[in-house]
């Protein structure tokens, strides 16, 4: 995977969004920068990062084998591939905070925004963002944020982990197809953060409801069992976990 590296910017994703400009044919790029000055992450939150000591990089990826309604599945693979480079790395206690944090333990170290480009009803291609807290040890106001040097005492490469990431994600996202949905969904439910634990979430008006996390339908809805055998399910922005 070619990459590109740059001092700063205010996105790797929307640096990543300039490099297609309408492009029908590329082969997939890596933008990876020193600082990023307005980083996003889901539910419109930024994504804050200390200069060189972490890891903020955008894949541009052309075209994903799935339809526009399973866009959930490339969130699933992405999340599941850095959750085994991670492993390889001896980072403790790993999952996956639906939709696509990625926890060690209690604390988030990671924060994925995919963001893809539909043409003709069809994903014409994906941008893969990713913030991953790599050797900072200090986190300022975010007392549920952590770091792989925090959780393992160790110092890491950034670009080793990098290429291990890319790499990971290359092999991973051109397995991608329908028949392999299931699979994929199975894992990610597996890894999921408090799955088969009773939780509290935050509805829109401010409300709370308590509910045991299932697993995600093939949309990427959050299905939860909310009383004996009753189950519903929810997008995005109709609940957040508390914890």
């Given at each position: 995977m070619r990459i590109i590296k740059v001092n700063a910017t205010?996105?790797?994703?929307?640096f990543a969004r300039e490099?297609?400009?309408g492009k029908t044919s590329f082969e997939p790029i890596c933008v990876v920068a020193y600082e990023q000055t307005k980083g996003r992450g889901q539910r419109g939150s930024g994504w804050v990062s200390n200069s060189g000591e972490n890891l903020t990089f955008s894949v541009l990826y052309?075209?994903?084998?799935v339809g526009v309604n399973h866009q959930f599945?490339?969130?699933a693979t992405v999340s599941l591939a850095i959750i085994?480079?991670?492993?390889k790395f001896n980072v403790p206690a790993l999952k996956v905070k639906w939709p696509n944090d990625i926890m060690s333990a209690r604390y988030k170290i990671s924060g994925i925004l995919i963001e893809n480009i539909l043409k003709n009803n069809e994903i014409a291609a994906s941008i893969i963002g990713v913030g991953l807290n790599v050797n900072q040890t200090e986190f300022p106001d975010l007392p549920q944020a952590s770091s792989l040097k925090l959780v393992t005492g160790v110092h890491f490469n950034l670009d080793e982990i990098l290429k291990r990431i890319t790499d990971e994600l290359e092999e991973k996202l051109t397995q991608i197809n329908a028949e392999v949905e299931?699979?994929?969904l199975e894992k990610y439910a597996k890894n999921m953060f408090r799955r088969d634990a009773v939780s509290t979430f935050q509805l829109p008006d401010e409300t709370y409801l308590t509910g045991i996390?299932?697993?995600v339908t093939t949309s990427g809805r959050l299905n939860l069992e909310i009383e004996d055998s009753?189950?519903?399910?929810f997008d995005l922005k109709e609940i957040k976990l508390m914890y």
């Open positions: 205010n996105s790797t994703n929307e490099l297609y400009r052309p075209k994903i084998k599945l490339m969130s085994e480079v991670l492993n299931t699979s994929i996390i299932r697993g009753v189950f519903k399910t």
